[in-house]
């Protein structure tokens, strides 16, 4: 193999190797349940605060969710105190009912974007805490939630 062929594919592995690749975590819920109380922590470790940073949820429900929307308590904390908390909307389905995500069979699949250009602050361990903030206790029809941090 010539020099110039070994150079271009050093560099394209080089280049896969050192990507920035995507962090997804998924939380399971036992029995479709998702109780008030019960927060979904989610670790991350930033490397590079000047890089702005995509958050997004990926949430799925069976159909027996009975709601049109999901709101989220969501707050994100460094290793000494609490960066800041939102409280976020997410539609589930439309008026009519008809779901939103993807999916057949029993699960829909919904992908719902927090932040597109999230900017740290500093580089370190960062925790991500949601709960739910609907009026039903448990949430029913909750299989999956998950984060992804890219």
Known sequence: MGCSIKLFIFSVLLLCVSCDRPIL??????????GIEDAITFDIKVKDATLKKELSLF????????FRNLFLLVEIYTESHMLETDTLEYAIADK????????????RDNYLLLNQNYSFPKTGNYRIVIKHG????????????GFKFK
Not at 99 to 107: A, Q
Request: glycine fraction near 12%.
């Open 134 to 145: 609907m009026r039903s206790d448990p949430l029913v029809g909750v299989s999956k939630l």
């Open 25 to 34: 975590d998924i939380h399971s819920f036992q029995d479709n349940e998702w």
């Open 96 to 107: 009519y009912g008809r779901w939103l995500g993807s999916g057949l069979g029993e699960t």
């Open 59 to 66: 949430f799925r429900n069976t159909l027996n969710y009975e």
